[in-house]
C-alpha cells in the first residue's frame, strides 16, 4: 500500500522591522518551509465559484498538514518553481475526525 506524501512548500511571511520617515511599515520577508503539503489541481466548479466569491481563479488547492499554526490568509507560497498567492478564508477541519494527515484547505491563485 502506498502512503499519500506531500510536497515542501515555501510560505512567505512579511514582518514588519520598523517604519520609515513617514510613518510606514517597512516589511522583511520570512521564509517557512512547510513540509507535507499536498497541491491538487482545483477542480473547475471550484475555480468559477472562486471567481464569483473572490474574483479570482483558483488554480490550485493546497492542504494543510495537521498541527500547522501559520498564517495562511492572503499570504505568498512558493512551489513548483512559482510563486503563487493564497485568497479566500482557509477551510479548516476537526483533526481528531480527519482519517488522513491534513486538516486545512487553502486556494491559490498565479502571483507572478
Known amino acids: 500500500m502506498s ?4 510536497i515542501t512548500v515555501i510560505l512567505i511571511n512579511h514582518v514588519e522591522v520598523g517604519r520609515d520617515r513617514i510613518d510606514n511599515p517597512i516589511y522583511e520577508e520570512e521564509r517557512i518551509v512547510v513540509k507535507n503539503v499536498l497541491v491538487t489541481p482545483s477542480a473547475s466548479d471550484a475555480s468559477i465559484d472562486s471567481v464569483s ?5 483558483a488554480i490550485y488547492t493546497l492542504a494543510i498538514p495537521k498541527g500547522d499554526k501559520h498564517n495562511w490568509e492572503n499570504q505568498e507560497v512558493e512551489f513548483f518553481g512559482k510563486k503563487w498567492r493564497t485568497f479566500g478564508i482557509p477551510f479548516m477541519g476537526i483533526e481528531e475526525n480527519i482519517p488522513l494527515d491534513w486538516n486545512m484547505k487553502v486556494m491559490v491563485e498565479r502571483y507572478e
Do not use: A, N
Open 53 to 57: 466569491l473572490y474574483g479570482d481563479r
Open 3 to 6: 502512503r499519500i506524501k506531500g
